[in-house]
């Protein structure tokens, strides 16, 4: 059915009526291609509606899954040097998602993917600081490295928040830690562990917010989020 474009794109839960109407001022919506002007209607069956260039989906159609993604694979939906990427690993979900935020082509574990540009927008802007939690093994004086990198620390010229950093078995002089951090800067766990003298052999994520990565699900596996899931990954941005 046709509907005014804000009334539209707040029953998608994009955000308020109100606040549609300056995004739609902004020219950050258009319809079928072409920028939207305060007034246009659009049907969603029928026309193909883009938010800052994100295609809109009701609600009740967008898809939402969790990839354990496994080291090497490139955390985006296609690589100009030929590498393999995570879209290959969800081809057969039936829809082009993309991934909230990113892990390394090292790195392993917990990666949502999803067709939701507003969940994606607000699960990764800064201003949240949603939980990250890692498995990391580590070599290197530990005993030195763990209270520069719970420490205070700067990358990039920034003040970052203090990590969480537990201490866990340690065999073959590799020790595994468990790393909490709330921002999400680029190879942020790996630069942190390196201001503290320690070399990284294995990263993996378990944790995003209250989501818990699935322990059934094996390297380059993925299943779609529960009702119960998703509820816990809207929480944090309540």
């Given at each position: 059915?046709?509907e005014r474009?804000?009334?539209?794109?707040?029953a998608?839960?994009v955000g308020s009526?109100?606040?549609m109407?300056?995004w739609?001022?902004?020219?950050?919506?258009?319809v079928n291609?072409q920028v939207?002007?305060?007034?246009?209607?659009?049907?969603l069956?029928r026309?193909?509606?883009?938010v800052?260039g994100v295609?809109?989906r009701?609600e009740k159609d967008?898809i939402?899954l969790?990839?354990?993604?496994?080291?090497?694979?490139?955390?985006?939906l296609?690589d100009?040097q030929?590498?393999?990427?995570?879209?290959?690993l969800v081809?057969d979900?039936?829809r082009r998602?993309w991934?909230v935020?990113?892990?390394?082509?090292e790195s392993?574990?917990?990666?949502?993917m999803?067709?939701?540009?507003?969940l994606?927008q607000?699960?990764?802007?800064?201003?949240?600081e949603?939980?990250?939690?890692?498995?990391?093994w580590v070599v290197?004086?530990?005993?030195?490295?763990l209270p520069?990198?719970?420490g205070?620390m700067e990358?990039?010229?920034?003040?970052i928040?203090?990590a969480q950093v537990?201490r866990?078995r340690a065999?073959?002089g590799?020790?595994?830690?468990?790393?909490t951090?709330?921002?999400?800067?680029?190879?942020q766990?790996r630069r942190?562990?390196?201001?503290?003298g320690?070399?990284v052999?294995?990263?993996?994520?378990?944790?995003?917010?209250?989501?818990?990565?699935?322990?059934?699900l094996?390297p380059?596996?993925?299943r779609?989020?529960?009702?119960?899931?998703?509820?816990?990954l809207?929480e944090?941005?309540?």
């Amino acid at each position: 059915m046709e509907e005014r474009l804000q009334k539209l794109l707040s029953a998608c839960g994009v955000g308020s009526r109100r606040a549609m109407e300056e995004w739609i001022v902004a020219g950050r919506v258009t319809v079928n291609g072409q920028v939207a002007r305060l007034g246009d209607k659009a049907d969603l069956d029928r026309d193909q509606v883009a938010v800052d260039g994100v295609p809109l989906r009701p609600e009740k159609d967008r898809i939402y899954l969790m990839l354990n993604k496994p080291r090497g694979y490139v955390t985006t939906l296609s690589d100009e040097q030929g590498r393999k990427t995570v879209a290959q690993l969800v081809s057969d979900c039936g829809r082009r998602v993309w991934p909230v935020g990113r892990l390394d082509l090292e790195s392993e574990g917990l990666l949502i993917m999803t067709d939701d540009g507003e969940l994606t927008q607000r699960l990764i802007h800064p201003s949240h600081e949603v939980e990250k939690e890692y498995l990391v093994w580590v070599v290197g004086d530990v005993n030195k490295g763990l209270p520069i990198l719970s420490g205070p620390m700067e990358l990039d010229g920034e003040a970052i928040v203090p990590a969480q950093v537990k201490r866990g078995r340690a065999s073959g002089g590799v020790t595994q830690l468990s790393v909490t951090i709330h921002q999400g800067k680029n190879r942020q766990v790996r630069r942190m562990c390196a201001k503290a003298g320690l070399t990284v052999m294995r990263l993996k994520r378990i944790r995003e917010g209250k989501l818990q990565l699935d322990r059934i699900l094996r390297p380059g596996q993925w299943r779609l989020l529960t009702r119960e899931e998703l509820t816990l990954l809207r929480e944090e941005n309540d």
